[in-house]
């Protein structure tokens, strides 16, 4: 019999959701290390670790195991559409690393990103795994929600980086919308993808609650229209394909939950 690694990719697993969570609000509280290099070297050593834990599992398995989604090859062309454009571009080392150091617009960030996607949707082979990931996101969406809100209040709240009304520990004002964005569609598709009930869908009705609350707030138009397009999406799947395998209830709680977001980023939109 083939040997088997459950133990180190559960590991991996379990240790990529807390990375995921804590991506969020990760900063070190110092102005003598950049922000916004802080987080893609915490998100590249994160992608390099769980890549190199992804080939020790896979070594002790004895086999590669690649995803049957398409997502997990699609997700390429992006750093594929970075690298191509740095090569023929005036600036060939600003484009494939950034300026100082590693820059969240170069080719290899993209990369980072595209490893780290692509080990994560390897290792999520159940729902609980994917419930894991999302309640990981969740959780640091929660503590970086409860940070904005304090700073609505304390200007003196800066945690040593946070210089700016707008200032946010995921970035930009803008950034921090995306990412509650981020939850809202995730909210949305884990509703599609698993079943919940009782405490649990209250928790991710409570999660898109507040995530449009902040979208809301901030009123960046990308991204209510990326909520928006996810929202539909998984409208129209509820109602044509719920029915296979759900019950009416869950089916109607969540064409319900999806209509709400669309309303409001229709709303937002037109408004």
Do not use: C
């Not at 960030?109 to 595209?114: D, G, N, T």
């Amino acid at each position: 019999a083939r040997p088997h690694s459950p133990l180190i990719d559960g590991i991996t697993a379990t240790a990529l959701a807390l990375v995921g969570g804590a991506m969020a609000f990760f900063v070190i509280p110092s102005s003598s290390f950049p922000f916004q290099f802080t987080k893609i070297a915490f998100i590249g050593f994160a992608a390099l670790a769980g890549l190199a834990a992804y080939i020790v599992g896979r070594m002790q398995e004895r086999r590669i195991r690649f995803p049957r989604s398409l997502l997990f090859y699609a997700v390429w062309l992006l750093p594929l559409a970075y690298l191509i454009s740095g090569i023929f571009s005036s600036n060939v080392q600003l484009s494939l690393v950034g300026a100082e150091g590693i820059s969240s617009d170069s080719a290899l960030f993209m990369a980072f990103l595209a490893i780290l996607f692509a080990v994560v949707i390897s290792l999520a082979r159940s729902k609980d795994k994917i419930l894991q990931y999302y309640l990981a996101i969740l959780g640091g969406g929660i503590f970086l929600a409860l940070i904005q809100f304090i700073r609505l209040f304390a200007d003196g709240f800066t945690l040593g980086v946070l210089t700016t009304k707008t200032s946010s520990l995921i970035g930009s004002w803008n950034a921090l919308s995306l990412f509650f964005g981020l939850v809202i569609v995730l909210s949305l598709i884990t509703l599609l993808a698993v079943r919940v009930e009782g405490i649990l869908k209250i928790i991710i009705a409570a999660a898109i609650t507040l995530s449009l609350v902040f979208v809301g707030i901030i009123d960046y138009n990308l991204t209510w229209w990326l909520v928006g397009i996810a929202a539909l999406g998984v409208f129209v799947y509820s109602i044509s394909f719920g029915n296979h395998g759900r019950g009416s209830r869950m089916v109607s709680g969540m064409s319900f939950s999806s209509l709400i977001v669309l309303a409001f980023a229709i709303i937002f939109i037109v408004g």
